[in-house]
């Protein structure tokens, strides 16, 4: 009896407990998720591009998003002198958000490897990726 009432509480607990299974994932639409996506883009690509690139050593870049065959989907150049544990968060953020969009509608991708950069420069005040 204790077994059957502790597998209960247990399945009760796990069912309630999904703190990724909000409501609105399991309900939305394509077009609702891809705009959310969009919106967290444009939100990471205003903090990495709000100052100017003057010195190269002042900049890294970092993975972003992932394909569905694994692997990111791109790279995004940010300035030291930013938020950089926030822009990382949301990175983070939107490379889960887009691992579970490709799960969810079974996206697919060129699984083609995108190879990181070697380093950054300032061309006209932008970063730009070398290779």
Request: hydrophobic fraction near 40%; proline fraction near 3%; aromatic fraction near 14%.
């Amino acid at each position: 009896m204790k077994r059957y009432f502790f597998k209960r509480i247990l399945f009760v607990f796990l069912l309630f407990s999904c703190v990724a299974c909000e409501e609105k994932d399991f309900y939305s639409t394509l077009e609702d998720d891809q705009a959310e996506m969009s919106s967290l883009r444009k939100e990471i690509d205003k903090l990495a591009g709000q100052l100017s690139c003057s010195d190269a050593s002042d900049w890294k870049f970092t993975a972003i998003g992932v394909k569905a065959c694994g692997g990111p989907t791109g790279y995004v150049a940010y300035s030291t002198k930013i938020d950089e544990a926030l822009l990382l968060k949301k990175v983070a953020l939107y490379t889960q958000k887009q691992k579970a969009f490709n799960v969810k509608w079974g996206a697919s991708s060129d699984c083609m490897f995108l190879s990181p950069p070697k380093s950054i420069s300032c061309v006209g005040g932008k970063p730009e990726f070398v290779y």
